[in-house]
């Protein structure tokens, strides 16, 4: 049972470049999440979707896309990446009966 | 702006004393949830709290709720070396689907 899965685990993006960030969950929750988290930082909600076919802009959205592709599957996009966007992203899927976010591993992405 | 906010930002203390940790908030919440996160890695659930609650225990684990004042506090009795952590409170809307966090206490528990 590998939870929630996401890659890739590093990047290094130059500045203008675009790029996804997959994340995919086995436990066959309805929600999904995407934060980001500066160093010493706590996490910030780029975008959530709180069902299959929906989805919803969170804290920090702008300079990001996102799709619900399927229930398992939501994919983070950067456009033109800044380097302002350099963090580590986590995705998170959350189980309906209890509340609990289950997160990934983290990708680190650096904008230079 | 984040929702939560925790107090204080780092905390040290030896091995066996106990560690407290406060998060304060701004709006209604359904629930308010504690997460640990270890160095590099994705953040771990520890506890929930819901809003008619107002106490919860988890084994070394002691969250309060005050709606009234809207903060919680994380107690962890009798720290070991292993508690070393950043620690971060989350709370829902009203709605109950968009999560979002503190800025995190980090706890250093030395042996």
């Known amino acids: 049972n590998a939870g929630v899965t996401q890659t890739p685990k590093f990047q290094v993006l130059k500045t203008g470049q675009s790029m996804t960030l997959q994340c995919a969950q086995d436990?066959?929750?309805?929600?999904m999440y995407w934060y980001r988290q500066d160093p010493g930082m706590g996490l910030r909600l780029i975008y959530y979707s709180a069902s299959e076919g929906t989805t919803d802009k969170g804290e920090v959205p702008n300079g990001y896309n996102v799709s619900r592709l399927n229930k398992r599957e939501f994919s983070l996009r950067l456009e033109s990446a800044a380097p302002s966007q350099t963090s580590v992203y986590f995705c998170a899927s959350r189980a309906h009966n209890t509340g609990e976010l289950f997160f990934g591993e983290g990708s680190r992405l650096t904008v230079l | 702006s984040q929702q939560g906010e925790e107090d204080p930002q780092a905390l040290s203390i030896q091995e066996g004393e106990n560690a407290t940790m406060n998060c304060s908030y701004k709006t209604s919440i359904n629930n308010l949830q504690w997460y640990r996160q270890n160095s590099g890695r994705g953040l771990v659930h520890l506890i929930l709290?819901?809003?008619?609650?107002r106490e919860k225990h988890s084994g070394r684990l002691r969250v309060t709720l005050d709606t009234s004042k809207k903060s919680s506090s994380l107690l962890i009795t009798a720290s070991r070396a292993a508690d070393t952590a950043s620690y971060f409170c989350a709370t829902d809307d009203n709605a109950g689907n968009m999560l979002t966090f503190g800025g995190g206490t980090r706890l250093m528990v030395k042996p």
């Open positions: 436990m066959n929750h309805n929600s």
């Open positions: 709290i819901r809003s008619n609650e």
